[in-house]
T-cell receptor, first 115, second 114 residues
Framework: GAVVSQHPSRVICKSGTSVKIECRSL??????MFWYRQFPKQSLMLMAT?????????EQGVEKDKFLINHASLTLSTLTVTSAHPEDSSFYIC???????????FGSGTQLSVL | GENVEQHPSTLSVQEGDSAVIKCTYS??????FPWYKQELGKGPQLIID?????GEKKDQRIAVTLNKTAKHFSLHITETQPEDSAVYFC?????????????FGTGTKLQVIP
């Protein structure tokens, strides 16, 4: 099956710093990638849709200046949490769609802890 | 928008028994229904999916059924094993502005007791 690689798997940072999370599609080109946030024991909440070569589309209530998304190539999307605060601590997951199909493949997730 | 409800939220079964998880959706335009398994600290893994033109699909111990009229679909796991213990999410997906918009259920924590 398709492989989506996400790094880092875990990051601890100080409040006020920025953190970058990478999502790569390893064996296919993904024109669209998705970023989710998941709180403990809850479902996945779509944050934004990352489109290669254009601006990301953010869901209602998600601050685009807070969560910067860059999709510079067909295999890489990055999510940068800027000026992180403790309330940004969460599990962040990316996904990519196999071209031409409905199937979504997920990365392994990134546990962000902001002290 | 789409609303996906999932039941039960937790499920405990004895090893070897069957487990059934049910989901309902609200948007009749949804046409693709995947199921994901998520282990602790990991991303969701696609385990089976079904399109709206099919009523049932089976893959070894896992099967999914879809009732379009009633707008509900179910995951069936037979001969459960301890390694099946995880959180399972259903989802409903439809075309939206050129890409598929996916709505996830609330998840079911399955515990298989050895």
């Amino acid at each position: 099956g398709a492989v989506v690689s996400q790094h880092p798997s875990r990051v601890i940072c100080k409040s006020g710093t920025s953190v970058k999370i990478e999502c790569r599609s390893l064996d296919f080109q993904a024109t669209t990638m998705f970023w989710y946030r998941q709180f403990p024991k809850q479902s996945l909440m779509l944050m934004a849709t990352s489109n290669e070569g254009s601006k990301a589309t953010y869901e209602q209530g998600v601050e685009k200046d807070k969560f910067l998304i860059n999709h510079a190539s067909l295999t890489l999307s990055t999510l940068t949490v800027t000026s992180a605060h403790p309330e940004d601590s969460s599990f962040y997951i990316c996904s990519a769609r196999w071209p031409g199909y409905e199937k979504l493949f997920f990365g392994s997730g990134t546990q962000l802890s902001v002290l | 928008g789409e609303n996906v409800e999932q039941h039960p939220s937790t499920l405990s079964v004895q090893e070897g028994d069957s487990a059934v998880i049910k989901c309902t959706y609200s948007d009749s335009a949804s046409n693709y229904f995947p199921w994901y398994k998520q282990e602790l600290g990991k991303g969701p893994q696609l385990i089976i999916d079904i399109r709206s033109n099919v009523g049932e699909k089976k893959d070894q111990r896992i099967a999914v059924t879809l009732n379009k009229t009633a707008k509900h679909f179910s995951l069936h796991i037979t001969e459960t094993q301890p390694e099946d213990s995880a959180v399972y999410f259903c989802a409903a997906s439809r075309d939206s502005g050129g890409y598929q918009k996916v709505t996830f259920g609330t998840g079911t924590k399955l515990q298989v007791i050895p």
